[in-house]
C-alpha cells in the first residue's frame, strides 16, 4: 500500500513514520525549504522522543521518503492525507483554512487513478464537504472520495499514542474510502484498538470536542486550586479524591499556570466560533477560553507577589519554557505572557529549558538570558520560576539551590517541588493550590 502525506510537522512526521512501520509506503510532502533538507539529511526539524530512530530505521527499509514533488507522492497513492497546520486565524479565532485548501488544490491537480483524501489536521466543520467540493471544481473527471481522521496523539508521547490510541476515529460517507482506510490501521484493528467509523461531520467535531472537554477540565481544576489557596486546601488531594472517580479519572487534574500548546488555545477558539456559526452558542467554551487566558495572564502577578511586590531590577531564573516537558513546541506557551511581563516590569529574566530554547528566542524578549543548565539558570538568582515540569527539574535538591541562588524565593507553576522541604531550607515557596499550613 502506497500513501502521501501532505505536511510534515509534528502531525505529519510523526503519523508519516508510524505508517511505514505499519508497512506502508510513505511519501512525505513538506513545502518548507528548512524542514525538508533536515529531513532529507537525517536530521528531526522538531524534537520527539524516539522519532530521529523510527525515521531513520524506516528511511533504511525504503518505506519512508521525503520530498516536495506533490505530484510524484500523489500519484498511485491510495491516500493522501492532509497534516497542514490550522492555526487561529488573526483576529477572529476561526482555524484558519489556508494551508488546508492550498494542499486539497494541489492534490486535485496531482491524482490520477481512485484516491482518498483525508484530513488528518484538525479542521472545522465542513471542511471536509469543502474539499470535496475543490476536487470537484478541479477535476471533475477523477475519482475521489474524502475522509475525516483526526489525529489524537500528544506531542511528547506523540508515536506512543499513534501506535497505541484509545480510538481510530474514521468519518466517511463512502464505502470506499472505508475498506481503504480499515486496510491502513489494520495493525491496530488487530490489536483491538476500537475503530469508530462515522459521518465526515461527526470525525471533524469529535477532535473539537475532545480537545474542548480535556481543557475544561484543566481550566476546571485550576479554578478549584485558586479556591484551595483561599480555604487552606491542597489541591492534590482535592484532585486525588475526584479523579479516583471513574466516572470523572485522574487525568488532566493536574492544576498548573493554564493550557498552552498548539491545539488547546486554538481548538477551543475555533470551537467557540463553529458553535456561534451553527447557532449554538458554547458558553461552557466560551468562558474556559476566558478563564484560562487571564490565568495565563496573571501568573506574572503571583511571582511579582513572591517577590515583594515589585521585580524592578532584580534577577529572576526560569526554568522550563515550552508549553509542556518532552517538546521543544512553543505555541502559546504560558512562559511567554509570564517571561514578557517580568521583563516588561524591570527583571532580568535567566532561563533554561532542555529542548525549546531555539524556538523560544525569537519569540521572547531579546534581553532573556539563555543558559544550558538548572545550575546556571538558578545562579545568583534572587526568585527560580518554574513554568514546564521538565522531568530533570524535579530531581534539583533544596540544599543545591540555596547554594546557587542569591534571593529565598521559589515560585513553582507545576507543583514539582515538596512545599515543607523548600520551606524546611529556609524558602519563601509558591506553589499552585498549596497554601502554607499555619
Ligand atoms: N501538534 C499536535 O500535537 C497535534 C495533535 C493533533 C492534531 N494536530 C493538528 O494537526 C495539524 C498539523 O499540526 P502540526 O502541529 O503538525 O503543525 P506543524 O506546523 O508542525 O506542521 C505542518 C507542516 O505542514 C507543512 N505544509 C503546509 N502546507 C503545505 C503544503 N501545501 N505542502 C506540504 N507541506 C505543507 C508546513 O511547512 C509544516 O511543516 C493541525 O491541524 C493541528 O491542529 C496537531
Redesign the pocket.
Known amino acids: 500500500m502506497r500513501i502521501a502525506m501532505?505536511?510534515?510537522?509534528?502531525?505529519?512526521?510523526v503519523s508519516g513514520a508510524c505508517f511505514a512501520e505499519f508497512g506502508v509506503e510513505v511519501s512525505v510532502?513538506?513545502?518548507?525549504p528548512t524542514?525538508l533538507a533536515a529531513l532529507q539529511e537525517g536530521r528531526m526539524?522538531?524534537y520527539e522522543p524516539g522519532l530521529d530512530k523510527l525515521v531513520a530505521a524506516n528511511v533504511a527499509a525504503g518505506r519512508l521518503t521525503f520530498g516536495?514533488d506533490?505530484k510524484a507522492a500523489v500519484g498511485g497513492a491510495e491516500a493522501v492525507f492532509i497534516?497542514?497546520?490550522?492555526p487561529a486565524r488573526r483576529g477572529d479565532g476561526h482555524?484558519d483554512l489556508r494551508?488546508v485548501y492550498?494542499?486539497a488544490e494541489?492534490i486535485a491537480a496531482a491524482v490520477d487513478g481512485y484516491t482518498v483524501v483525508v484530513t488528518?489536521?484538525?479542521?472545522p466543520v465542513g471542511t471536509g464537504r469543502r474539499i470535496a467540493e475543490i476536487m470537484r471544481d478541479h477535476r471533475p473527471e477523477v475519482d475521489v472520495d474524502v475522509a475525516s481522521n483526526?489525529?489524537?496523539?500528544?506531542?511528547g508521547n506523540?508515536i506512543g499514542d499513534f501506535m497505541r490510541p484509545d480510538r481510530v476515529v474514521i468519518g466517511t460517507d463512502s464505502d470506499r474510502a472505508r475498506e481503504v482506510l480499515q486496510r491502513l490501521y489494520r495493525p491496530l484493528f488487530l490489536i483491538e484498538t476500537p475503530i469508530l467509523f462515522t459521518g465526515v461531520e461527526a470525525a471533524e467535531l469529535t477532535?473539537y470536542a475532545a480537545n474542548a472537554f480535556l481543557a475544561l477540565k484543566i481550566t476546571f481544576i485550576n479554578e478549584i486550586a485558586d479556591i484551595c489557596e483561599r480555604v487552606g486546601a491542597d489541591v492534590h488531594d482535592v484532585a486525588r479524591g475526584v479523579g479516583l472517580d471513574g466516572r470523572i479519572g485522574r487525568k488532566f487534574l493536574h492544576p498548573g499556570p493554564g493550557f498552552g500548546?498548539?491545539?488547546f488555545p486554538?481548538?477551543t477558539l475555533a470551537l467557540v466560533r463553529i458553535a456561534r456559526d451553527a447557532g449554538a452558542p458554547c458558553r461552557l467554551v466560551e468562558t474556559l477560553v476566558d478563564v484560562n487566558d487571564k490565568r495565563k495572564d496573571s501568573m506574572a502577578d503571583r511571582v511579582v507577589a513572591a517577590c515583594g511586590g515589585h521585580v524592578q531590577g532584580k534577577t529572576i531564573g526560569v526554568l522550563g519554557l515550552t508549553f509542556k516537558p518532552e517538546t521543544d513546541?512553543m505555541r502559546e506557551a504560558p512562559s511567554i505572557p509570564i517571561v514578557t511581563k517580568l521583563v516588561e516590569l524591570g527583571a532580568s529574566v535567566k532561563a533554561f529549558d532542555p529542548q525549546g530554547m531555539d524556538q523560544a528566542r525569537p519569540i521572547l524578549p531579546p534581553s532573556v538570558v539563555y543558559c544550558q543548565s538548572v545550575s546556571e539558570a538558578a545562579s545568583d538568582v534572587e526568585a527560580l520560576v518554574v513554568i514546564t515540569e521538565w522531568n530533570e527539574f524535579r530531581a534539583v535538591s533544596p540544599s543545591r539551590l540555596m547554594e546557587l541562588m542569591s534571593g529565598k524565593i521559589i515560585v513553582d507553576l507545576r507543583n514539582i517541588f515538596d512545599p515543607d522541604a523548600m520551606r524546611g531550607h529556609g524558602f519563601s515557596y509558591t506553589g499552585i493550590g498549596r497554601a502554607e499550613r499555619s
Open positions: 501532505i505536511g510534515g510537522g509534528y502531525v505529519g512526521l510532502v513538506e513545502a518548507d524542514r526539524p522538531i516536495n506533490i497534516a497542514v497546520g490550522t482555524a494551508y492550498a494542499a494541489q488528518k489536521s484538525t479542521v483526526p489525529e489524537f496523539l500528544r506531542e506523540a477532535k500548546g498548539s491545539c486554538k481548538d513546541d
